[in-house]
């Protein structure tokens, strides 16, 4: 190989690594822009609510327990009977649990961000089914019971739209702020009439609750059998928490899911004993399933993931670039090599900004057609001619069309990405098979 060759690759891969300084520094801006655009959503968010977690309802019965003690006197050594009074709580799952929901979205603007809200309006049922002696042995008369409540932990209960009321077989009862245990954070709780603590009853409970929220929907399956039922005009749910849907149905006017387990999968009874009673039981509010709806056309995330190609994308242009100079025996300067290639880096510049304003296939056509015109424009002239320059311009806005490819098929990328690699090596391999490497970079009277 010749110093002229040599000269001219080294130059090339100097100015790659060179160019890799403005996409760092533009990789750096969709990293910052990206930060903003969640402050903005947290702020939207904060401002109406946050994201909904459901837990409940769980009926609690607070009980006072007189203890006897066997003391000794010290000094006289004779044995008494001291009494002691202990306190805590029942606390019963039901034994059925039905969750329908309907939920309709909207997006709230500030400024060219949007963040996504859902309004849920939601029907309640279910039964709890109490045993016999309440599961307290037979001495009944050392417990003294309170009123029991019913608890339905809600984790922004901001987003509550409109008065709970609570249906208890055949009373109305109001639902009143606070969970009324640590146990499940923040919520709403409604006052019971007292239960016979003989057990054995059953105690159908109904609510409607209309919630609003950001982002994420939330249920934890309290029942014996838990049946949950969502249906959303979003087309784009994402499915999260520790069930998938036993069944669902996606289409563009939005989905219908829906779960359904019972305490052998959820083994639910056995956490709740296991949960301090002063404190949130994280175990309890993470055994949970719901949707997301997130927007999956974040314009920063593709944005991200196309810079991520550019080191290809610069390599294949570029090779390309060479490939015209060594078959048409033409000088290009690494000054040319270096305009091609900020002007490549200008691209991500320009879909980044667009992308804030437009769609992002919108954006992505309009700076793909922009830099295909401004290089095919240039290169007409260095190329020393229109068709020449005009059939680079094909080529890039062919490499443009693979890259798109690449961002919409995320599943398959590595596979289009190789193929692409070997397809341009190939083409080289072709075109360059007869290509005498020693005589590259010899001005013309030196062949002579």
Same mark, same amino acid.
């Given at each position: 190989?010749?110093?002229?060759?040599? +000269?001219?690759l080294g130059a090339i891969a100097f100015l790659v690594l060179l160019l890799l300084i403005p996409l760092t520094m %533009?990789?750096?801006?969709?990293?910052?822009?990206?930060?903003? =655009?969640?402050?903005?959503?947290?702020? %939207?968010?904060?401002?109406? $609510?946050?994201?909904?977690?459901?837990?409940?309802?769980?009926?609690?019965?607070?009980?006072?327990?007189?203890? =006897?003690?066997?003391?000794?006197?010290?000094?006289?050594?004779?044995?008494?009977?001291?009494?002691?009074?202990? $306190?805590?709580?029942?606390?019963f799952l039901p034994e059925r649990f039905i969750f329908d929901a309907e939920l309709g979205t909207e997006r709230r603007?500030?400024?060219?961000?949007?963040?996504?809200? !859902?309004?849920?309006?939601?029907?309640?049922?279910?039964?709890?089914?109490?045993?016999?002696?309440?599961?307290?042995?037979?001495?009944?008369?050392?417990?003294?019971?309170?009123?029991?409540?019913? @608890?339905?932990?809600?984790?922004?209960?901001?987003?509550?739209?409109?008065?709970?009321?609570?249906?208890?077989?055949?009373?109305?009862?109001?639902?009143?702020?606070?969970?009324?245990?640590?146990?499940?954070?923040?919520?709403?709780?409604?006052?019971?009439?007292?239960?016979?603590?003989?057990?054995? =009853?059953?105690?159908?409970?109904?609510?409607?609750?209309?919630?609003?929220?950001?982002?994420?929907? =939330?249920?934890?399956?309290?029942?014996?059998?838990?049946?949950?039922?969502?249906?959303?005009?979003?087309?784009?749910?994402?499915?999260?928490?520790?069930?998938?849907? @036993?069944?669902?149905?996606?289409?563009?006017?939005?989905?219908?899911?829906?779960?359904?387990?019972?305490?052998?999968?959820?083994? /639910?009874?056995?956490?709740?004993?296991?949960?301090?009673?002063?404190?949130?039981?994280?175990?309890?509010?993470?055994?949970? +399933?719901?949707? $997301?709806?997130?927007?999956?056309?974040?314009?920063?995330?593709?944005?991200?993931? &196309?810079?991520?190609?550019?080191?290809?994308?610069?390599?294949?242009?570029? *090779?390309? +670039?060479?490939?015209?100079?060594?078959?048409?025996?033409? @000088?290009?300067?690494?000054?040319?090599?270096?305009?091609?290639?900020?002007?490549?880096?200008?691209?991500?510049?320009?879909?980044? @900004?667009?992308?804030?304003?437009?769609?992002?296939?919108?954006? !992505?056509?309009?700076?793909?057609?922009?830099?295909?015109?401004? %290089?095919?424009?240039?290169? $007409?002239?260095?190329?020393?001619?229109?068709?020449?320059?005009?059939?680079? &311009? &094909?080529?890039? &806005?062919?490499? !443009?069309?693979?890259?798109? #490819?690449?961002?919409?098929?995320?599943? !398959? *990328?590595?596979?289009? #990405?190789?193929?692409?690699?070997?397809?341009?090596?190939?083409?080289?391999?072709?075109?360059?098979?007869? /290509?005498?490497?020693?005589?590259?970079?010899?001005?013309?009277?030196?062949?002579?």
């Amino acid at each position: 190989m010749n110093r002229t060759l040599a +000269f001219k690759l080294g130059a090339i891969a100097f100015l790659v690594l060179l160019l890799l300084i403005p996409l760092t520094m %533009i990789g750096g801006l969709i990293d910052e822009r990206q930060r903003y =655009q969640g402050e903005v959503l947290r702020d %939207i968010a904060r401002s109406s $609510s946050y994201s909904q977690k459901i837990v409940g309802p769980i009926l609690i019965m607070p009980y006072t327990r007189t203890v =006897q003690h066997l003391k000794i006197n010290d000094q006289t050594g004779e044995r008494y009977q001291e009494q002691r009074e202990t $306190s805590g709580r029942l606390y019963f799952l039901p034994e059925r649990f039905i969750f329908d929901a309907e939920l309709g979205t909207e997006r709230r603007a500030r400024g060219i961000y949007e963040a996504l809200l !859902y309004h849920s309006d939601s029907k309640v049922s279910g039964v709890f089914r109490l045993p016999q002696k309440l599961g307290l042995g037979e001495k009944l008369d050392q417990y003294r019971f309170d009123a029991p409540f019913l @608890s339905v932990g809600i984790s922004d209960i901001r987003g509550i739209r409109k008065d709970l009321k609570l249906r208890l077989n055949n009373e109305s009862l109001e639902f009143a702020p606070g969970s009324g245990t640590s146990m499940l954070g923040a919520g709403v709780h409604a006052q019971l009439s007292m239960i016979n603590p003989e057990g054995g =009853q059953d105690l159908e409970f109904a609510f409607d609750l209309n919630l609003q929220g950001t982002e994420h929907l =939330q249920l934890v399956p309290v029942g014996r059998d838990s049946r949950v039922m969502l249906a959303a005009d979003w087309p784009h749910p994402s499915f999260i928490g520790e069930y998938l849907p @036993s069944r669902r149905e996606i289409t563009d006017r939005g989905f219908t899911a829906e779960w359904q387990t019972s305490f052998f999968a959820t083994n /639910l009874e056995e956490v709740l004993q296991q949960c301090g009673k002063d404190s949130e039981c994280a175990n309890l509010l993470g055994r949970s +399933f719901g949707v $997301s709806f997130l927007d999956p056309v974040d314009q920063y995330l593709k944005t991200d993931r &196309a810079i991520k190609y550019a080191l290809l994308f610069l390599t294949l242009t570029f *090779a390309t +670039f060479f490939l015209f100079e060594v078959l048409k025996r033409l @000088s290009v300067h690494p000054v040319q090599y270096a305009l091609v290639g900020l002007a490549l880096a200008l691209f991500y510049l320009l879909l980044l @900004s667009l992308s804030e304003h437009i769609a992002f296939a919108k954006a !992505y056509a309009v700076s793909a057609a922009a830099c295909v015109g401004l %290089i095919g424009f240039y290169t $007409s002239s260095v190329l020393r001619s229109w068709r020449r320059g005009l059939g680079f &311009a &094909a080529l890039l &806005a062919a490499l !443009y069309g693979l890259l798109y #490819g690449l961002l919409s098929a995320e599943d !398959y *990328a590595l596979l289009m #990405g190789s193929l692409l690699v070997f397809a341009v090596l190939s083409c080289t391999m072709v075109l360059t098979r007869k /290509l005498d490497w020693y005589s590259v970079g010899r001005s013309p009277h030196e062949d002579n």
